[in-house]
């Protein structure tokens, strides 16, 4: 059971930069989003667990850096010279992929094609600038939600 999805092509970075604030926001999410979890585990009629698909429970303790906690997921990843962080595959069953994805698609530059076991496509596409840093952005994060993008505005509200 379940759906297998490939990358066809992608583009996607985290620029070095980013790298820090993108792993910050993918940690935050065990804390944040346990609405959200597929995984759960249950004794004597009770929840005893939630987890994200494919995730150990408490992958912010196991991760070190944002690249563990994507290769978790089910991505390929490279590092190039300047230490950016490249998305360059993945090939297997879907889990909770787009929900990282969305959380940090303000710091990820480019887009990831995929194609599902049926040849459906669809294309992943990233809001990030080279960089975020200035002050402004700095400044506006404090006042926002700790999951920034598109899943924000589905949890919260806001965007």
Known sequence: MGYYVNIIESTARIPAENLARVYEIMCSLNDT???????RSFSGGKQTGKWFSWMDANYP????DAQA??????????????GDLF???????????????EAIENYVVGE??????????WTTEFLGDDVIDGSVEREALTHEPQVPGAIAARLFGTR
């Open 33 to 39: 989003c346990d609405h959200l979890k597929h995984g």
């Open 61 to 64: 303790k196991v991760c070190k």
């Open 69 to 82: 906690i994507l290769e978790m997921l089910g991505f390929e990843t490279e590092y190039n010279k300047d």
């Open 87 to 101: 998305l360059v595959g993945y090939d297997q069953k879907t889990g909770q992929e787009d929900l990282f994805l």
């Open 112 to 121: 990831i094609n995929w194609v599902g076991e049926d040849d459906e496509q």
